[in-house]
């Protein structure tokens, strides 16, 4: 069957993805989680049937980041460092398979993400958290302008930590220390609020 376009709607949308992690349906997936439910399914979009190619971190950001299956983007040949054959991912170093064994580094992924289609029908992109494992985000975190493609703003870890964390911001490196008020979870939902309250305050004022 042949998909039937969609509606012209006469206005382009207002997008916001959330990624979270260990929703595993044998823990009973968003069950425990009646605030986001209510906050952003009751209020935004649900799916009634909705399947994840490969629910494993790295692979899965980068099959929805890219629109693209597992098994075309992985990479052909890997040796990874130390010996290590098990690619587990560790905390604040460089993950010792990349991205889980994904080709992700370089411009031939990075310039086709949907945040590069998103631009050239004038939206303004913005991605806050975990982007792609280290060393794929290496590249991003020397502090020297280089910026990922498709993203007007950018806050990515460039290690995994809850604390004590190194940011690739916009070309530029940015850490953040121990505080409570740099707690790793705290900073992403709050720059996200940030970003959304600023560019709808924008629209209503027609800037």
Known sequence: MKPQPLPELGYQPNLVFILTDDQDVEMGGLEPMPKA???????????AA????????CPSRSEYLSGRYHHNIRQSSYVPSGGDTLCDEAV??????GCMRMDVEGDGFESKTYANYLQEVGYTTAYYGKFLNPPAMDVYCQDDG????GWDS?????NTAYYNVAWAQNGHLNRTGKSPDEYTT??????SVDFIRDHAAAAHSGT
């Open 186 to 191: 705290a900073l992403i939902g709050n720059r």
């Open 154 to 158: 950018m806050f990515g870890m460039c």
């Open 92 to 97: 604040n170093q460089s993950h010792p398979c």
């Open 37 to 47: 439910r209510k906050l952003l399914g009751e209020a935004g979009t649900t799916s």
């Open 50 to 57: 909705f399947y994840v190619n490969t629910p494993v971190c």
């Open 146 to 149: 280089k910026r990922i493609p």
